[in-house]
């Protein structure tokens, strides 16, 4: 089965560099997270879109954007890198309207950000 | 807001031995879902379990199994037979059934003792 796909896996930018992580979702699903995670952390959910529209917003640092694109694909953009924002940074998509999201998310493998 | 508390930083567990991670979480929902992420040294997150709240059940899958005390808002992950596979870090984790996001716990370290 199709699974999440996060591009690319890893990372290294210099700091006051911009990233840009990209997450493809499970095909049908409509909606996708975004979760930080840094060394040794639990996921922190930064921002999530369902239906290309923002539909819930946690701690998303103001240099970073997302975006949902029509084929469902979201962009997240992190600017003016600093050395706190190396993280793994996870996707996970869901199925809003059949609640696929209260048998669990389907997360991608992760992207690993390293900011030197 | 809802949290999610996993008071145990790191357990360790004999190979073939029992273990349980304990999971307290904070709600004033009465209709929600639970699970239990593994999260090996790969860093994948992996679905281990998943508990209705509505169900009085207890879940199981294979060797995990859930102690879910809704009264008490306690939701424990019990692994029998422990390999040295299950070693990983594990996240407890909540939502609603609203389009609110997965919220988590701090995490336990678990390793397995040949």
């Known amino acids: 089965a199709a699974g999440v796909i996060q591009s690319p896996r890893h990372l290294i930018k210099e700091k006051r560099e911009t990233a840009t992580l990209k997450c493809y979702p499970i095909?049908?699903?409509?909606?996708v997270y975004w979760y930080q995670q840094g060394p040794g952390q639990d996921p922190q959910f930064l921002i999530s879109?369902?239906?290309?529209?923002?539909?819930d917003k946690g701690s998303i640092p103001d240099r970073f954007s997302a975006q949902q694109f029509s084929d469902y694909h979201s962009e997240l953009n992190m600017s003016s890198l600093e050395l706190g924002d190396s993280a793994l940074y996870f996707c996970?998509?869901?199925?809003?309207?059949?609640?696929?999201?209260?048998?669990?998310?389907?997360f991608g493998s992760g992207t690993r950000l390293t900011v030197v | 807001a809802q949290t999610v508390t996993q008071s145990q930083p790191e357990m360790s567990v004999q190979e073939a031995e029992t273990v349980t991670l304990s999971c307290t979480y904070d709600?004033?929902?009465?209709?929600?879902?639970l699970f239990w992420y593994k999260q090996p040294p790969s860093r994948q997150m992996i679905l281990v379990i998943r508990?209705?709240?509505?169900?009085?059940q207890n879940a199981t899958e294979n060797r995990f199994s859930v102690n879910f005390q809704k009264a008490a808002k306690s939701f424990s992950l019990k692994i029998s037979d422990s390999q040295l596979g299950d070693a990983a870090m594990y996240f407890c984790?909540?939502?609603?059934?609203?389009?609110?996001?997965?919220?988590f716990g701090k995490g336990t370290r678990l390793s397995v003792i040949a």
């Open positions: 996970a998509s869901s199925d809003t309207g059949a609640r696929t999201a209260v048998y669990g998310y389907t």
């Open positions: 095909p049908r699903h409509d909606t």
């Open positions: 879109f369902y239906e290309k529209m923002q539909s």
């Open positions: 709600t004033s929902e009465s209709d929600y879902y």
């Open positions: 508990q209705e709240a509505y169900k009085q």
């Open positions: 984790a909540y939502i609603t059934t609203g389009n609110t996001p997965l919220v």
